[in-house]
């Protein structure tokens, strides 16, 4: 059996209201939405041969396993912190941390470090979990690491981390 650190969620603030607004709108919205249409589809008649009986069926399982999912999230809930803000700070997850790809000689990008829930490359918010993330942590400026990831082996400079 996992130990509760295992089921630790790193999370912003920010990131735990959005779980708990989720978690809202599937007990209050959705679930009474199942509830309709379990409803309309028992008032047709024989359930062996009702597809919207199973449809319902199988959408009330779902919706009911993201509320478990989102119960445990929350209850696992650990809100990160922001980094220091001294001069000598390291890269920590709930830090923003600027990196230019040395291997590729891209322009210079900024990453947050989150936890793997609140993840999402389209806002530049990477996983301490992930290659870049995790091999970023307690870095500093100036440092420079090396990431395998699927493509090959990258190497980063650390411009800033704030």
């Not at 912003?12 to 009474?32: I, W, Y």
């Not at 478990?68 to 700070?89: P, R, V, Y």
Request: hydrophobic share 30%; no cysteine.
């Amino acid at each position: 059996m996992p130990s509760n650190k295992d089921e630790q969620v790193l999370i912003t603030k920010e990131g735990l209201t959005k779980l708990k607004d989720e978690l809202d709108h599937f007990k209050s919205v959705r679930r009474k939405e199942v509830a309709e249409r379990l409803k309309e589809a028992i008032s047709y008649g024989d359930l062996s041969e009702n597809s919207e009986y199973e449809e319902a069926k199988n959408e009330q399982a779902i919706i009911e396993g993201r509320v478990i999912e989102l119960e445990k999230m929350i209850t696992n809930a650990e809100i990160i912190t922001e980094g220091k803000k001294s001069t000598d700070a390291t890269v920590q997850i709930g830090t923003a941390v600027t990196v230019q790809n040395l291997t590729e000689k891209d322009d210079p990008e900024t990453y947050t470090i989150v936890g793997s829930t609140e993840a999402d490359p389209t806002e530049s918010k990477i996983s301490n979990e992930s290659p870049i993330g995790s091999a970023l942590l307690g870095k500093m400026k100036n440092d420079v690491i090396k990431v395998k990831v699927p493509a090959g082996v990258y190497e980063y400079k650390v411009l800033k981390v704030k």
